[in-house]
């Protein structure tokens, strides 16, 4: 991360530079065209046409480099058929005309017709009053002057540059050492969990990190509550089973006659056992799955279906909503139903009603029966684990004990109630709604 920052930096700084350095050295340069064209315009300001034809400046020159040989500040008046009137720094030499150069404009380039020296140029042709010739007057300057200061310019600019992609590279080796010393107590922190010193992050954080903190002490919450109910669930699957397999080994230690029976009864009972947390467990995986999404109308018919088959005499009646869509696996959706309509099936004269509303983000399903109902004080006792009000019909007494269970984990609920229409039980069912 700090290598491709730095890397970053770099190409920023260098793209930076390299357009500030454009910027600056045309900066420098319009400054020193100026000086000359302050000079040619002096000169055609200053020049006047002499008796025989020739050139005359009325007032001579201020700069002094024009008088001293091989000064670098050069100037020179030509026209056609007129001898060339060179300033005496120019010695023995002279200056190329261009000849593509026709307009009275000033041109300004740069020049290596002396060996030794390049030259900046600018010329302008004129005519000057009293003659009808176009003179091409030239002012010429040594570029090491001009060289010099850009090449100063560019060396601050490199040695500025670097030590500001310094500083920031450091700056970021520094900031990203800083921002990573929260993570690195964290580590800290589960290196101590891992050891069995800890069990929570308790030290101190920031408020950058306190989130990721809160969230991962509620993951490992989350975590020992879920081996916590792994436990107790091993633990009463022990329980449950423990009593039916005492009756077996009984049975078969005193050779009683109906040990056959015996054996098929608490193997029943401890099938219904295993199925029971079984349906759990599975109810406890499946915990939290957002994508999860089942349709009501179609696992209530095939609740249905597979009660009609084992209660033959009872009367499934079905309304409401047959889009309503909960946030809950289809297996857990039967099995929920299945439990509620076979109770309503078993248990009730012969009449269950199923009914599918919505209500706000929730899902109602409400399955009522004809039969006794129960009372109001064993409302909440029925859905203890093993309770059974009518013992007269097999069962366990685990359906709504897992009807309840499996609702919770979902964020769903399961309330009784009266009938107000068949004057039995009325089971009310609330799941989320799906999106």
């Given at each position: 991360?700090?290598?491709?920052?730095?890397?970053?930096?770099?190409?920023?700084?260098?793209?930076?530079?390299?357009?500030?350095?454009?910027?600056?050295?045309?900066?420098?340069?319009?400054?020193?065209?100026?000086?000359?064209?302050?000079?040619?315009?002096?000169?055609?300001?200053?020049?006047?046409?002499?008796?025989?034809?020739?050139?005359?400046?009325?007032?001579?020159?201020?700069?002094?480099?024009?008088?001293?040989?091989?000064?670098?500040?050069?100037?020179?008046?030509?026209?056609?058929?007129?001898?060339?009137?060179?300033?005496?720094?120019?010695?023995?030499?002279?200056?190329?005309?261009?000849?593509?150069?026709?307009?009275?404009?000033?041109?300004?380039?740069?020049?290596?017709?002396?060996?030794?020296?390049?030259?900046?140029?600018?010329?302008?042709?004129?005519?000057?009053?009293?003659?009808?010739?176009?003179w091409m007057f030239m002012v010429a300057q040594a570029r090491s002057g001009l060289d010099a200061q850009i090449e100063t310019l560019r060396s601050t600019l490199v040695k500025s540059f670097a030590l500001l992609g310094a500083g920031l590279i450091m700056m970021v080796v520094l900031q990203t050492f800083i921002g990573l010393l929260p993570l690195r107590?964290?580590?800290?922190?589960?290196?101590?969990?891992?050891?069995?010193?800890?069990?929570?992050?308790?030290?101190?954080?920031?408020?950058?990190?306190?989130?990721?903190?809160?969230?991962?002490?509620?993951?490992?919450?989350?975590?020992?509550?879920?081996?916590?109910?792994?436990?107790?669930?091993?633990?009463?699957?022990?329980?449950?089973?423990?009593?039916?397999?005492?009756?077996?080994?009984?049975?078969?230690?005193?050779?009683?006659?109906?040990?056959?029976?015996?054996?098929?009864?608490?193997?029943?009972?401890?099938?219904?056992?295993?199925?029971?947390?079984?349906?759990?467990?599975?109810?406890?995986?499946?915990?939290?799955?957002?994508?999860?999404?089942?349709?009501?109308?179609?696992?209530?018919?095939?609740?249905?279906?597979?009660?009609?088959?084992?209660?033959?005499?009872?009367?499934?009646?079905?309304?409401?909503?047959?889009?309503?869509?909960?946030?809950?696996?289809?297996?857990?959706?039967?099995?929920?139903?299945?439990?509620?309509?076979?109770?309503?099936?078993?248990?009730?004269?012969?009449?269950?009603?199923?009914?599918?509303?919505?209500?706000?983000?929730?899902?109602?399903?409400?399955?009522?029966?004809?039969?006794?109902?129960?009372?109001?004080?064993?409302?909440?006792?029925?859905?203890?684990?093993?309770?059974?009000?009518?013992?007269?019909?097999?069962?366990?007494?685990?359906?709504?004990?897992?009807?309840?269970?499996?609702?919770?984990?979902?964020?769903?609920?399961?309330?009784?109630?009266?009938?107000?229409?068949?004057?039995?039980?009325?089971?009310?069912?609330?799941?989320?709604?799906?999106?």
């Open positions: 991360m700090i290598g491709i920052a730095a890397l970053w930096i770099g190409l920023l700084l260098l793209g930076g530079g390299i357009a500030l350095d454009r910027v600056l050295s045309d900066a420098v340069t319009r400054n020193f065209d100026d000086g000359m064209s302050y000079v040619l315009t002096a000169m055609i300001a200053s020049a006047e046409i002499g008796p025989d034809g020739e050139v005359l400046f009325n007032r001579p020159l201020a700069d002094q480099r024009f008088l001293e040989p091989n000064s670098g500040l050069y100037y020179q008046i030509s026209a056609p058929g007129r001898e060339d009137w060179r300033s005496r720094s120019l010695w023995d030499r002279a200056l190329k005309v261009d000849a593509g150069h026709r307009d009275r404009e000033y041109h300004v380039y740069d020049s290596k017709q002396f060996p030794d020296e390049d030259l900046r140029v600018m010329e302008r042709r004129v005519v000057l009053p009293g003659s009808n010739l176009r107590r964290v580590r800290l922190e589960i290196v101590a969990m891992r050891a069995g010193s800890k069990s929570r992050v308790d030290a101190p954080m920031p408020t950058e990190v306190r989130p990721m903190v809160e969230e991962l002490n509620a993951l490992l919450a989350h975590n020992e509550r879920q081996a916590e109910e792994a436990r107790t669930h091993a633990g009463n699957l022990a329980h449950a089973l423990k009593t039916p397999l005492t009756v077996i080994m009984n049975a078969a230690t005193a050779q009683a006659a109906d040990l056959a029976d015996t054996v098929i009864r608490e193997a029943t009972t401890m099938r219904r056992q295993v199925d029971h947390h079984l349906a759990r467990a599975r109810a406890v995986g499946r915990r939290g799955s957002a994508q999860s999404r089942a349709e009501v109308w179609a696992s209530l018919q095939a609740v249905e279906r597979a009660v009609a088959r084992l209660y033959p005499y009872v009367r499934i009646d079905m309304d409401g909503d047959k889009t309503a869509a909960v946030r809950v696996e289809r297996q857990d959706l039967d099995e929920l139903l299945g439990n509620l309509v076979e109770n309503a099936a078993k248990y009730g004269g012969g009449s269950v009603f199923a009914t599918v509303r919505r209500a706000g983000d929730m899902v109602d399903v409400l399955v009522e029966d004809d039969g006794r109902g129960i009372a109001e004080g064993d409302r909440e006792r029925i859905f203890d684990r093993g309770v059974r009000l009518d013992s007269g019909k097999p069962g366990t007494g685990l359906g709504l004990a897992i009807v309840r269970y499996v609702a919770e984990i979902y964020g769903g609920t399961v309330t009784l109630e009266e009938s107000e229409d068949l004057g039995g039980l009325l089971v009310r069912l609330s799941l989320p709604v799906a999106a």
